[in-house]
């Protein structure tokens, strides 16, 4: 499967994931995990996605050695998108800075259940909603896939 494709399904796949409604017959305890398990199972698929679209946009044939992270650090400097997608997830005024900080958080230890609905908390700090980051993100892909077309 070519990356375009491969970052297209895995984004749609965190976009049902995220869809997939937490409550039911259940306490509140078990709808905040599920909730929790949706969340983290969207940013891992994000994750991968972020893998395929760096792929993708640096015409490699395979996924970066080291992830989109390495992808991101070593391309940025030759590659305008690349560049883009580096500010926009790594850097502290970057739009989807709080994306990249709770996709860093996943591989780590300090991500907790969601605070309320539409909301994950990494550490004590408030972040917007793994949807809302994935929205702008598929929009950010867009964009920079039609900017890599211009050149």
Known sequence: M???????Q?????DLL?????VGDVEQQLVDARRAAL???ALALIDLALDALVAELLRLPTWPQGGWRSGLIQGAD???ELS??????????GELRALGESLE?????????????GMIAVGN????SVEMSLVRLKALTNELRESALEW
Do not use: C, M, W
Not at 10 to 14: D, F, K, P
Not at 84 to 93: F, N, Q, V
Not at 105 to 117: H, M, N, S, T, W
């Open 2 to 8: 070519e990356a375009r494709r491969r970052t297209n």
């Open 10 to 14: 895995l984004l749609y796949r965190a």
């Open 18 to 22: 995220l869809g997939q409604p937490a």
């Open 39 to 41: 969340e983290e199972g």
């Open 78 to 80: 030759d590659n305008a």
């Open 84 to 93: 883009r997608l580096s500010a926009a997830l790594l850097s502290p005024e």
């Open 105 to 117: 958080a996943l591989r780590g230890f300090e991500v907790k259940a969601p605070v309320r609905p």
């Open 125 to 128: 700090a408030q972040r917007p």
